[in-house]
């Protein structure tokens, strides 16, 4: 049974971190990309940042660069995602997601957590 984990969300003040983690199991984790993509209120899904299992290549969304660092351990096929200086526009559901990699490194959801939320506000 396919199954993505998170954890970690929850309310922080502008300026502040918080880690979320995703733990994988039921398929074949280093063949796969795993990630995290968010959904504010009235928005669409956007893609944060993703790495590949297998080589460590990552993507960030442009919004979060220099904020955000994204890290794997394949040995307990777990992502995990370091936030720093949050601001109110990274409230979000945050979603874990996982796409199976055939070359370059693609930021998918083939397969999908239940989502986590993250509150910035003072």
């Known amino acids: 049974q396919v199954q993505l984990v998170e954890s970690g969300g929850g309310l922080v003040q502008p300026g502040g971190s918080l880690r979320l983690s995703c733990t994988a199991s039921g398929f074949r984790v280093l063949d796969y990309a795993i990630g995290w993509f968010r959904q504010a209120p009235g928005k669409e899904r956007e893609g944060v940042s993703c790495i590949s299992m297998r080589e460590g290549q990552i993507y960030y969304a442009d919004s979060v660069k220099g904020r955000f660092t994204i890290s794997r351990d394949s040995h307990k096929n777990m992502v995990n995602l370091q936030m720093n200086s949050l601001t109110p526009e990274d409230t979000a559901v945050y979603y874990c997601?996982?796409?199976?990699?055939?070359?370059?490194?693609?930021?998918?959801?083939?397969?999908w957590g239940q989502g986590t939320q993250v509150t910035v506000s003072s």
């Open positions: 997601a996982a796409s199976r990699l055939w070359g370059p490194l693609v930021c998918g959801g083939d397969y």
